[in-house]
């Protein structure tokens, strides 16, 4: 039990082990200066590896409070609970009026500021929220871990927003307020009740502590945002633009889902989206524009397409080479969800492990890792020819 002596600020991390530790509502004692404290139903944080409590900051001062009281009246134990936030509104978003938690903003450690103006209260939505913003042309959806990412319309706005660890997103009330009303209106309608958990890098980034960047899919999503951004600057377009419902992505991005087990035809399918059927067909199209010849320009296949304008308009000598790790991802995909004929389906493995340089019998997991590791590279290297355009 982390006493409420302790002068070090609480943070979301177990004092005894490091993990992330939970908010939720309910019971605990401390033994302090021989008096006996009895916090009941109140808002505490809770370590899931070694179940190690403690006190959020509004709690300690509480606790602190009712201490001093039992020492002046000479009792040994002192029976309490911490309310009283529940029904606070703040002057954020006042119509439409969102639901949140306020006990977020008072007690996930970080969040509460001295004016207590409940700025970084957590407002938080269904996946879906960010359909939205991948099917209208004038929004720019961009993933930027598998736990953040922004959305922005042309000059006019930009938001981050968080995923939690159970796939919700989530938004920062005082971000929300800055919006147009109709955006404000839309979100609404997507807006569920705090399941108080904030665990992404839109938390750690405001509370100052390193992003996760250490899974394959935040370190591909990063590669694929920086790759849209040069694409930017040094062409006029994204290279990338996500179309379609989110609510697969952002699944398959935040739970630990098992190659041989059902969902990885989904997961498959969720990165040849995200690494070939998002490229801005039309934008490389195009550019591409009196350059096909004969039958090239009925090519259908966005790769190809990539392909084609990597060797003719970036420049890039072995362009084939380059593209190859996105064909790849298109022929796991294939695998995992069973689309091709039971006779081809070894043979077609077998010429997947020898592309990829794996041996003949590498299960699934690996050959995908290795071939999403490989899309990072080419993204590199797409990166580095735009740079030297
Ligand atoms: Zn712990």
Known sequence: MKGMAQEEKVTHYCPACGAWMDLGIFSTGI???????????????????CGTVALPDHCRRVAAHNLEKARADGRKVCRFQVKGVESFRFHFCQDPEFIFDPADY??????????????????????????????????????????????????????????????????????IDRLPQTEQYYLRSENVPSDHDVKSNLYHAYAGEELESASLESKFLAARARLNGLCLKHRGFRLYRLAGKMEDAVFCLTQPIQWDGPNRGKKANVF???????????????????????????????????????????????????????????????????LLPADERKEAAS??????????????????????????ESYDAIGDGLKIF
């Open 106 to 175: 008072f007690f996930i450690p970080g969040l509460a500021d001295p004016s207590g103006s409940g700025a970084m209260t957590p407002v938080f939505f269904n996946p879906s929220v960010l359909n939205r913003y991948c099917s209208h042309p004038d929004y720019v959806l961009e993933l930027l871990s598998r736990s953040h990412g922004t959305i922005g319309r042309g000059g006019e706005f930009e938001i981050p927003f968080g995923i939690n660890r159970k796939g919700k997103v989530f938004m920062w009330i005082s971000d």
């Open 351 to 376: 010429s997947i492990v020898r592309e990829l340089g794996l041996g003949e019998n590498a299960p699934f997991g690996l050959m995908f890792e290795t071939a999403v590791k490989k899309v990072i």
């Open 272 to 338: 040849d989206i995200l690494i070939n059927q998002s490229l801005s067909e039309n934008h490389l199209r195009r550019e591409l524009s009196g350059c096909l010849q004969g039958g090239e320009e009925k090519i259908k296949s966005p790769v190809l397409l990539l392909e084609k304008w990597l060797e003719l308009v970036i420049g890039d000598g072995d362009a084939a080479a380059t593209a190859k790790p996105f064909h790849t991802i298109n022929d796991l995909r294939d695998q995992a969800m069973d």
């Open 31 to 49: 033994e302090t200066d021989g008096i006996s404290l009895e916090i009941v139903d109140s808002h505490l944080l809770q370590c899931g590896e």
